[in-house]
């Protein structure tokens, strides 16, 4: 089950995800935040690249897939058994924000249909946690209560994400809302504990002995009972209180395994005073039960989790990006939601924290991504450098091209992701850079001895099949613009002999580059058929691969809906 797809969740849920195949979801999309993200990688020496890498986009646009889905919304709804006065409700709201804020109504449609669709693939017994700010949450939680059914809602938690944020002009906003719901009634819980703070332990575990700290609890319960309960122990009658002797089951079940829970109420309290679980005061005659702190699981997580810090900027964890989440708030989740064996889902898995998490905790998982940066680059490498699995073996990745035939269709879907893909098969990054040299689709990094910056390798990719000599004199105009040096062109398609030729004489006449005593084409041309048979631009050694700070939320470039 172990896989990791490349492609638009919606689509990937369609054909590749089971109804009734998932036992958890987690999905921390984009939040309708209205910024644009870039991050920066380093090389191994520390020095950041150049050039800013490509983040993801989260801005949104109204355009007619949009109209479509709100249009069409009761219908969809319906299609998936989710009917009621509520659908009317969500068409008609979405419809309102189309000329009230266009925008909105362009993510809730693109978030709506993704929702519709994780619950198909969710068993009955299933969970879904969302993940978002206060952008959208107020529509988030209708869409929510629409899809999954109200009386399905569990909770709204409130992460504190960071303790002090400079919002000027109105307070700091520090915290996230990641909303809970079941598919049905029947879903699965395990109380999640916190350590206690030591305050708590202060003021309630002020007692000690031998055997560790602990506190002193009442033996008893509210009201009377007429059954054994009720009745005097050792000269002390719960009845002339109004109450009636109640036993802590786990410290019987530890002292004398599980059939011990079924014999008499009294032969058990003999039990626990055996074994020093009672305390006797010394004036007055009614019994404590001994709380010790060391048995304790600590205390119940509520939905205001303030104990899950954000990643320092020094965290091994920490892959680069500001909007990271820490591994210990997945793994809370998954504890709490899921069983040893079930499968967890991220259809935005971004930098792969839930599935590190899931795989920690023995859980299946599957994750979607829609950029091939966060698939082949980033979860890839977390799962192989941080939990040492084998793609193949442990795992798998479905949607990146593996033959020419696989590149030749994800040019034909889409040619923004063909164009990443082509320039990390060659250990480039993505150019964003828009200036002058307007057109480079990535560039290779590497060291050059004199120079205090890196310096870089130009790359330009052709998908078409009409790619013309012209190209190389385009990329050639690279090499006059600071920190270039060399400049590649990679082809999808076979060029004829005579074009060959043509290009090669081309690419011959910008020379040749001397570096640490060797010598290097300034200009050259790759084939994606090529490089898909392990064949690499003649350059030093690339630089920014092994430590560059991957997170793959960096790389979900949404389109507008």
């Not at 009672?278 to 060391?294: A, E, N, T």
């Not at 499968?343 to 994750?367: M, S």
């Amino acid at each position: 089950m172990n896989t990791l797809f490349y492609g638009d969740c919606l689509t990937i849920m369609r054909e590749k995800i089971p109804p009734h195949s998932i036992d958890l979801v987690y999905l921390d999309p984009p939040f309708n935040s209205n910024e644009d993200y870039n991050a920066i990688y380093k090389d191994e020496t520390g020095r950041p690249l150049p050039d800013q890498v490509e983040a993801y986009t989260d801005t949104w646009v109204l355009v007619t897939e949009g109209l479509r889905i709100i249009r069409d919304l009761p219908l969809l709804l319906g299609e998936h058994g989710i009917n009621g006065h509520g659908v009317n409700f969500l068409a008609a709201l979405m419809s309102g924000l189309v000329n009230l804020q266009p925008d909105m109504a362009a993510y809730l449609a693109y978030m709506t249909e993704r929702l519709v669709w994780i619950r198909r693939a969710m068993k009955p017994s299933a969970s879904i946690y969302l993940h978002c700010d206060d952008s959208a949450a107020h529509f988030l939680k209708i869409v929510l209560d629409v899809i999954f059914g109200a009386e399905h809602y569990l909770n709204a938690i409130t992460w504190k994400r960071t303790w002090s944020h400079n919002d000027p002009s109105r307070f700091g906003r520090i915290t996230d809302t990641i909303f809970y719901y079941s598919k049905s009634e029947d879903y699965t819980w395990h109380t999640q504990y916190a350590e206690y703070s030591a305050d708590y332990i202060r003021k309630f575990f002020r007692y000690e002995d031998e055997r560790g700290q602990y506190r002193l609890v009442t033996l008893t319960g509210a009201n009377i009972s007429a059954g054994e309960s009720g009745e005097a122990w050792r000269g002390v009658n719960p009845t002339s209180s109004g109450r009636h002797w109640s036993v802590p089951r786990r410290i019987v079940r530890k002292l004398a395994g599980e059939e011990a829970l079924s014999w008499p109420i009294k032969k058990r309290l003999d039990l626990m005073d055996e074994h020093g679980y009672i305390y006797w005061p010394p004036k007055g005659s009614v019994p404590q039960f001994k709380q010790y702190l060391k048995e304790m699981p600590g205390a119940p997580v509520q939905n205001l989790w303030t104990d899950i810090d954000r990643l320092s900027p020094h965290s091994k964890e920490r892959l680069g990006y500001p909007t990271q989440k820490p591994l210990a708030l997945l793994e809370r989740i998954i504890r709490a939601s899921s069983n040893p064996g079930d499968v967890v889902f991220d259809p935005f898995c971004g930098c792969a924290t839930t599935i590190e998490a899931a795989e920690r905790l023995g859980r299946q998982w599957v994750g979607i991504d829609i950029t091939i940066h966060a698939i082949k680059r980033v979860a890839r490498a977390r799962l192989q450098d941080r939990l040492h699995l084998a793609q193949g073996t442990d795992y798998t990745i479905e949607g990146v091209p593996q033959n020419w035939e696989g590149a030749l269709e994800l040019w034909r879907q889409d040619p923004y992701q063909f164009q990443k893909w082509c320039v990390e098969q060659v250990e480039g990054f993505v150019n964003v850079k828009r200036s002058a040299d307007d057109g480079i689709d990535g560039r290779i990094y590497f060291d050059m001895p004199g120079e205090e910056t890196l310096q870089c390798m130009a790359l330009e990719v052709k998908g078409g099949t009409n790619v013309g000599i012209a190209a190389i004199g385009y990329l050639g105009s690279a090499l006059r613009y600071d920190n270039v040096q060399m400049a590649g062109l990679i082809i999808l398609h076979e060029l004829g002999k005579q074009q060959e030729k043509n290009f090669k004489l081309k690419l011959a006449l910008a020379g040749e580059i001397e570096i640490e005593g060797r010598t290097y084409p300034r200009m050259q041309m790759l084939t994606v058929r090529e490089i898909l048979a392990g064949a690499r631009f003649a350059m030093p050694s690339p630089a920014g691969r092994s430590d560059a700070p991957y997170d793959a939320d960096l790389f979900s470039h949404k389109q507008p809906v």
